[in-house]
């Protein structure tokens, strides 16, 4: 074969693979909508937030628990600590916090303070986490990884 035609060839894969991907996007989308409804995200509103915030992630838990969510920046994150300095108990203030971060990060559905009950038990938890780790915090292990000596 020639590189022509395998540039060619490959050209034509990568194009078809794109195209794949965009179908199978445009279904997740729409699948959603039928899930959830007309409130749900859509392709459009997930591109606005990611030009707003940068990054978007989503979680999925099941098919019916999905949550879209952000990091959180610099600025932001102090200021949320500020918030719950004022709490005397050291767990009051790790759960504020967490409560707090979830609510500011999470997209949708939109979570309150009164809907984090309602959660599962570890819902709250582990969206905090991968919240922390879309925000760029990350253990001493994954830190060490992150890293090349040139």
Partial sequence: MSDEV???T?????????AKDKADKAAWFADLKVRFGPGAPDEAIVEAWKKSSGRVRVAAFTID???FYRPLRSTEYKGLIAQVMNI???VEQNELLKEKMVAAAVLWPR???S???ALFAGTKDSLHLMIMQASNFVTQEEAELMVREL
């Fill in 65 to 67: 628990e999905i949550y």
């Fill in 88 to 90: 005397k108990g050291q």
């Fill in 111 to 113: 979570l309150d303070a």
């Fill in 6 to 8: 395998a540039v060619n």
């Fill in 10 to 18: 490959e050209v034509e894969d990568r194009a078809a693979q794109e």
């Fill in 115 to 117: 809907e984090m009950g």
